[in-house]
């Protein structure tokens, strides 16, 4: 059976050939205010309390809640595993 897929030894991603990206964005103002928060942040971690207080609305919350941090934690990741967010 043939494979769709080829390995990218580089990233070691298995990915379709003819595949580029997906365009997907919360809107350029959303990615800037984003980008701002977690930049000035001093505690960027999972379970943040600072990045917490900025959750006001679906992209934010979505982004910065903690609420999303126990999805993983089975795996037992630490900071030596790579890991690829998918959607």
Known sequence: M????HLDPATGVWSQPEFNSID???GEETEQQLQH?????SDISSLSPELRQHCADWP???HLSGL???ILRPFEITEDHDV???G
């Open 60 to 62: 934010t919350t979505y």
């Open 37 to 41: 928060i977690i930049d000035t942040a």
């Open 24 to 26: 997907y964005s919360d």
């Open 68 to 70: 999303r941090a126990n």
């Open 84 to 86: 690829l967010e998918i």
């Open 2 to 5: 043939q494979s769709d897929y």
